[in-house]
């Protein structure tokens, strides 16, 4: 039988290719690479869909979080709340704005943080929610916003894995702040390279990072401040420009594939959770099983590719040491890293190819 790939970035953007050519050749003609009207153009456009007045284009999704961290402009040594099953690129974005990481445990049920631990971490020294909308699920962000107005917080969103996803028909990206988002090619809105945006309703934190991306600067050749080289490439604009149209579509043919998962699948696995109030796009669809090890080579045994996200929790990462207490623990990401896997949901996967899945899974 043919193997069925977790992903195929060729086959997930063949349908986009004549586009894209035309886009490529479009820029290249142009003779405009850097902060071109492509990028204006893919800003204004993210900014509407988003229902936000701001977007700015920046180099990829880790720049985009270390910007938003310091347009804040925080202080040195601040602390900042983050869910402890995280990417490590999210905590990545607090140290490199010199403040510390403050580890919350997940609810188990949505691997989103779990906002009745949040306020038990909050200190004298905590400054902002550092929330990750992980999966393709938002997080409970009514809760999450009233404990940081109570607490005069700042909230941050890393929606890296939440293109379009919606809380009550609100989108991700539009609660907190200043938010962040990542368009690495496996992301439901992914370019053809590193890209990545800022958005927000602020005109004052748009102006701070729109000068922070570009050296600092907003009149060539004069620094106000000391920045960055973090700018959106032109052509990844002209990309995501096609990618953005259609991105609508793309999440609701990965809810398409979901829904198979969640009719089919039987319940010896553990599978996200469903709820009317939240539009899911399904970045990932992952389960938990206590066998996840065996259970992904058996997988591949009968032709199916699989991912885990993530092996390890960052706490755990060998970059981390000496960053968090030796003490820490956190039972609730541990279980999750131990036993989640990822299963086949790409743009480019057919429905008989997700009923294979399930039919070979439910005979595990």
């Known amino acids: 039988m043919k193997m069925i790939e977790y992903e195929n970035l060729a086959k997930l953007n063949a349908p986009f290719f004549d586009d894209f050519q035309n886009e490529f050749k479009n820029v290249m003609e142009s003779g405009w690479y850097i902060l071109g009207n492509k990028v204006k153009e893919f800003e204004n456009d993210f900014a509407e869909y988003n229902n936000s007045k701001y977007s700015i284009g920046v180099a990829n999704g880790l720049d985009a ?3 938003a961290i310091k347009s804040l402009d925080i202080e040195p040594g601040s602390e900042i709340l983050v869910p402890s099953n995280t990417y490590i690129a999210t905590i990545l974005s607090i140290i490199h704005n010199n403040c510390k990481p403050v580890l919350v445990e997940p609810d188990i049920a949505t691997y989103n943080i779990d906002p009745s631990k949040i306020e038990e971490k909050i ?13 393709g699920k938002i997080c409970a962000m009514d809760e999450i916003i009233e404990i940081a107005r109570k607490h005069n917080l700042y909230v941050v969103e890393d929606c890296a894995q939440s293109h379009g996803a919606m809380l009550k028909n609100r989108k991700g990206g539009t ?6 988002f990542s368009f690495y090619p496996t992301k439901n809105l992914g370019s053809l390279g590193d890209a990545g945006a800022i958005v927000t309703d602020s005109e004052k934190l748009a102006e701070k990072v729109t000068v922070l991306r570009n050296y600092g600067s907003s009149k060539k050749y004069y620094n106000q401040v000391v920045g960055f080289n973090s ?11 096609v990618k953005l149209k259609h991105l609508d579509q793309i999440n609701q043919h990965k809810r398409n594939l979901a829904s198979l998962y969640f009719k089919y699948l039987k319940e010896d696995f553990v599978k996200p959770v469903m709820h009317p109030d939240y539009y899911d796009v399904y970045h990932i669809f992952n389960i938990r099983h206590p066998q996840r090890d065996k259970l992904k080579q058996y997988l591949l045994k009968h032709e199916i590719k699989t991912e885990i996200h993530y092996p390890v929790p960052p706490v755990k990462q060998k970059a981390m040491e000496g960053i968090f207490e030796n003490a820490i623990v956190t039972p609730v990401a541990d279980e999750i890293h131990d036993t989640t896997l990822s299963l086949p949901i790409s743009y480019f996967h057919k429905e008989d190819e997700i009923l294979r899945v399930i039919e070979i ?3 595990y």
């Not at 609660?175 to 962040?180: C, K, L, M, R």
């Not at 700018?231 to 420009?241: I, N, S, V």
């Open 123 to 135: 200190t004298d020294k905590t400054r902002v929610i550092l929330v990750v909308h992980l999966y």
């Open 175 to 180: 609660f907190g702040d200043i938010n962040a």
């Open 361 to 363: 899974l439910n005979q």
């Open 65 to 67: 979080l270390i910007l």
């Open 231 to 241: 700018r959106l490439d032109e052509l990844q604009a002209a990309f995501l420009l």
